[in-house]
């Protein structure tokens, strides 16, 4: 767990004189997966262009709006791999249920999900 910064506020030193601070109000959880991911086998899924997708869409009548934004994060994982990516900190052991950023094979693994789905 560090410290995420989200704002600016002046505060006064022994002297009086006003210094710029960043405040701190949250947590944010950053996990090195470097480790795994070096021992992880590379899916080297091919991940189409813009251009591609697009002419794909040239004259259909239907659309479908996924939330792109939350992408990786709507997979889940198998309970029998979850232990792969627990983690502790002074708050106790955690672990995710959907795929967390940082992984290696994240974007192939979306993709494919998403063909799978059209």
Not at 28 to 50: A, G
Request: a positive charge; aromatic letters at 16%; glycine letters at 4%.
């Amino acid at each position: 767990m560090v410290p995420k910064k989200s704002g600016i506020t002046f505060i006064k030193n022994k002297n009086g004189d006003e210094i710029q601070t960043r405040l701190t109000n949250t947590w944010r959880v950053c996990i090195d997966y470097r480790k795994l991911n070096s021992v992880t086998r590379k899916d080297h899924f091919p991940l189409p262009f813009t251009n591609q997708i697009l002419e794909k869409l040239v004259e259909k009548n239907f659309f479908c709006c996924l939330d792109g934004y939350s992408s990786y994060n709507q997979i889940y994982i198998n309970p029998l791999d979850q232990e792969k990516i627990t983690f502790t900190c002074p708050f106790g052991t955690f672990t995710f249920k959907c795929m967390p950023f940082g992984l290696c094979n994240y974007l192939a693994t979306f993709q494919r999900c998403m063909l799978s789905i059209f």
